[in-house]
Nanobody
Framework: QRQLVESGGGSVQAGGSLTLSCDAS????????LAWFRQYPDKQREGVAN???????NYNPHMKGRFTISRESANNTIFLQIHPLSFEDSAMYYC???????????????????WGQGTQVIVSS
């Protein structure tokens, strides 16, 4: 069964760098959009960055600058680099997928329905 598998979270120091990975091998970019979301406790998930339309990139404008989304095409792994890390980056990070065709806009983080289990990031001083 296809699934999204995140990795790379952990406890990290503020000011440093962290790269999260998501094995999305079952969700090729020619038919799916892939995105990173983050979630604070008791808050809704918010989009961070995504791939849409076969590989175009969009960032949540409120988070632009410290986040970089990238991918390794050979095995359809996507990455999210965070640098420099800030205390506000402490959250659960989720990889998500949806079909390219369907209601809502991939680029606007809408209608993502396939989720990984998440990876926790804790930023400390």
């Amino acid at each position: 069964q296809r699934q999204l598998v995140e990795s790379g979270g952990g406890s990290v120091q503020a000011g440093g760098s962290l790269t999260l990975s998501c094995d999305a091998s079952g969700y090729p970019l020619d038919t799916y959009c892939l995105a990173w979301f983050r979630q604070y406790p008791d808050k809704q998930r918010e989009g961070v960055a995504n791939f849409y339309n076969g590989g175009k990139i969009n960032y949540n404008p409120h988070m632009k600058g410290r986040f970089t989304i990238s991918r390794e095409s050979a095995n359809n792994t996507i990455f999210l680099q965070i640098h420099p890390l800030s205390f506000e980056d402490s959250a659960m990070y989720y990889c998500a997928a949806r079909t390219s065709i369907g209601p809502g806009f991939c680029s606007e983080f809408q209608q993502y329905s396939i989720w990984g289990q998440g990876t926790q990031v804790i930023v400390s001083s």
